[in-house]
């Protein structure tokens, strides 16, 4: 399975919180990474800052973007981040730079801001256009969202249709070139275990069978139905650790979700 091998830390941030819309994904943002989410937090495409709400007194959050509510007004597509070279202790973009057309300078312009981490999700658009064919209701004239060719201009849109192991290597590659290096990949997708997309007992069973019957072999299950990536990304000889006594307890619950 994807998050399984794919990269070796010492460190795993994770929770088993799940997200159902904007402001809850702030609260997954919060339980999972707490630890590196401290001092100055710059949040790239923040739209209503959800995650401010979680974060304590003495962070110095920064959000910024054109759409919702941002603290700084800045189109990434036409503007640099406005900020000087290391000037955050955590940076985080989620789910904003397949929107961009300047995708690669965006991800550079994160490590250049970053003093120590960058925390990165970019959707699976294989997995989004195989559920459609496969798995989701279809209609004509009902397109899939971001997608899609629509009458009239879109306000916004995907502009880049890639797969889990291309966001994989992308993240790999501009990380490397920026003086970084990926501490953890990974994904809140429940999708990872077949059962949950092709269902239990002989029903499911006969769908992976025929899934291995139909596809190609070297096609990986992965990039079908894992859908979206994360990662947190250290910038390489930066001094200072994370708390043990903080790494994978909750801080909204107050557990050790290793037990």
Same mark, same amino acid.
């Given at each position: ?9 010492? @460190? ?12 809850? *994904? ?17 949040? @790239? ?12 007194? $003495? ?13 700084? $007004?800045?189109? /990434?597509?036409?503007? *640099? ?8 202790? +955590? @940076? /985080?973009?989620?789910?904003?730079? $397949?929107?961009?057309? !300047? ?7 994160? +490590? ?18 195989? !559920? ?11 397109? #899939? ?13 995907? *502009? ?11 993240? $790999? ?6 003086? #970084? ?10 999708? !990872? ?23 190609? *072999? ?29 790494? #994978? ?11």
């Amino acid at each position: 399975m994807f998050n399984q091998g794919v990269i070796v830390t010492t @460190v795993r941030f994770e929770t088993e919180f799940r997200y159902t819309d904007r402001h809850t *994904k702030g609260e997954y943002v919060w339980r999972k990474y707490h630890p590196i989410l401290r001092g100055r937090v710059l949040d @790239v495409g923040a739209d209503e800052c959800p995650l401010r709400a979680f974060l304590p007194a $003495e962070t110095e959050y920064i959000g910024i973007g054109l759409g919702g509510c941002p603290d700084v $007004e800045v189109n /990434l597509e036409q503007q *640099k981040i406005p900020f000087p070279d290391h000037d955050f202790d +955590c @940076v /985080l973009c989620l789910d904003v730079l $397949e929107h961009l057309e !300047n995708i690669h300078a965006v991800l550079d312009d994160l +490590c250049r801001v970053s003093r120590r981490y960058v925390i990165i999700s970019l959707p699976n658009a294989w997995a989004d256009f195989h !559920n459609m064919l496969c798995l989701r209701e279809y209609a004509p004239g009902r397109p #899939m969202k971001f997608y899609n060719l629509p009458l009239d201009p879109p306000q916004d849109r995907h *502009k880049w249709f890639f797969s889990l192991d291309e966001a994989k290597r992308f993240i $790999e590659y501009r990380a490397r070139r920026n003086g #970084m290096r990926v501490i953890q990949m990974d994904s809140e997708s429940h999708e !990872n275990d077949s059962r949950h997309v092709d269902g239990w007992g002989w029903r499911g069973w006969l769908r992976r069978r025929a899934r291995k019957w139909l596809y190609r *072999k070297d096609l990986s299950y992965d990039n079908l139905f894992v859908m979206g990536i994360w990662a947190v990304l250290e910038k390489s000889g930066s001094q200072g650790g994370i708390d043990e006594s903080q790494k #994978m307890t909750d801080p909204v619950q107050g557990h050790d979700e290793r037990s």
